[in-house]
């Protein structure tokens, strides 16, 4: 396919890090893809030339192992991974598996539409698996929190905002797109929250959360890599509180959350970069120098 546009994601950090195991080295990173077919190749069925596609991070599947025949292709013992293990989309053109592209219709610019294929898609898995509380904590408010931000308000639920210390940039962010409540990591909600998902990648903020959350609540930790979790007092997850991890997403996922975009109305707020400043745009999500995602286009 030829990329049109290709979003950035806090994954894609890890990656160039090196704090994954195991990559494809040399790896092209980039796992929220938006292009359009160029060449379709032998036995696929269903997907043609000039047609527009979306390809996720979870970028094959064996089929066979229990995870795959459990409904569970999330956990595959052998999965690649779009711009991980296989290449991705910070190029002009990519190579992706039929199976595990989403056609994404022609509705929406494709800048636009780049971000929902990891944060919007991971942060769908997280809410589901959060529960249907309504009073929902997210920690860290950037790609994926900006769009679940809206998600959580078309459920009538109320988003409570949780930002580095002091990011008050971030936190009135969080507020126009609808948070009832927006402050630092380090502070308590006005009310015990129902439930909380966390995206930024610190360790420190699971027993912080689980402070956080009320008798039977739920923290579910929604990042693919996360700094030690410091040691914390048993009466923090006492009361049935549970810790829970959200790992990669199925093909399900991706039709569930695309077949509701329209419906939730979502505006991705997008930082462009050209393709050639793609370390550019890295150095400044690391930063947290913009809101919402940035997106590259070749
Ligand atoms: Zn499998
Ligand atoms: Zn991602």
């Not at 060449?39 to 991070?57: C, H, N, Q, T, Y």
């Not at 997280?126 to 950037?142: C, E, M, R």
């Amino acid at each position: 396919m030829k990329v049109a546009a290709c979003g950035v994601c806090r994954t894609d950090l890890h990656v160039v890090d090196g704090e994954l195991p195991d990559p494809k080295v040399p790896i092209i990173p980039g796992h929220e893809i938006v292009g359009r077919i160029d060449a379709v190749g032998a036995g696929v069925e269903g997907l043609k030339v000039g047609e527009r596609v979306g390809i996720p991070w979870l970028g094959h599947t064996c089929g066979v192992c229990p995870y795959c025949l459990g409904g569970q292709e999330n956990l595959c013992d052998r999965p690649l991974f779009t711009g991980y293990t296989r290449d991705g989309g910070f190029a002009t053109a990519t190579i992706a598996d039929a199976r595990f592209a989403f056609p994404l219709g022609e509705a929406g610019d494709d800048v636009e539409l780049a971000p929902l294929l990891c944060a919007g898609l991971i942060g769908w898995r997280s809410l589901v698996i959060a529960g249907t509380g309504k009073k929902l904590g997210l920690y860290g408010f950037g790609a994926a929190a900006h769009i679940l931000a809206q998600v959580a308000k078309c459920q009538e639920r109320s988003v409570f905002a949780f930002t580095r210390p002091g990011d008050v940039t971030s936190q009135s962010f969080a507020r126009r797109l609808g948070a009832t409540w927006a402050g630092g990591s380090e502070e308590r909600p006005p009310e015990p929250l129902d439930a909380a998902i966390i995206f930024a990648t610190v360790g420190d903020l699971v027993p912080l959360a689980l402070k956080a959350v009320r008798k039977g609540g739920r923290v579910v930790c929604a990042g693919i890599h996360m700094s030690d979790i410091p040691s914390f007092p048993y009466h923090l997850l006492w009361e049935e509180r549970q810790l829970v991890s959200v790992a990669n997403l199925t093909r399900q996922d991706g039709i569930d959350f695309l077949r509701l975009v329209p419906e939730f109305g979502i505006v991705t707020h997008t930082t462009r970069y050209p393709l050639n400043q793609a370390n550019q745009a890295l150095t400044d999500l690391r930063a947290g120098r913009f809101e919402g995602a940035a997106v590259l286009v070749p």
